[in-house]
């Protein structure tokens, strides 16, 4: 089992940048693909991206050039880079496990985390 905390979520203006973590637990971390989605208030949890055990990545259309997910299995964590931050990303983001099927459903994704909370004002 992987069990996650994420942090790093706040409050900023349009283009700024934050950079949030996700620190996990679990002796097979460095195994597994990670990844990062949002739920913004009234609507389903999606996708934003995820990283692969050998750090192939991929991500949604409206963050690619602007987000960068990585990780460091030394330290068991996966990091979400977000620059050029919009309005329109405000959301509760999340960092779950990848257990089975297409990357971009978070039905297949298990160990959810508290998600921490991106505000973006204009």
């Known amino acids: 089992q992987v069990h996650s905390v994420e942090s790093g979520g706040g409050l900023v203006q349009a283009g700024d940048s934050l950079r949030l973590s996700c620190a996990a637990s679990g002796r097979t971390f460095s195994s597994k693909t990670m990844g990062w989605f949002l739920q913004a208030p009234g609507k389903e949890r999606e996708f934003v991206a995820a990283?692969?055990?050998?750090?192939?990545?991929y991500y949604t259309d409206s963050v690619k050039g602007r987000f960068t997910i990585s990780r460091d299995n030394a330290k068991n964590t996966v990091y979400l880079q977000m620059n050029s931050l919009k309005p329109e990303d405000t959301a509760v983001y999340f960092c779950?496990?990848?257990?089975?099927?297409?990357?971009?459903?978070?039905?297949?994704?298990?160990?959810w985390g508290q998600g921490t909370q991106v505000t973006v004002s204009s």
């Open positions: 779950a496990t990848h257990v089975s099927g297409t990357y971009y459903s978070a039905r297949n994704y298990d160990y």
């Open positions: 990283v692969t055990w050998v750090s192939r990545t």
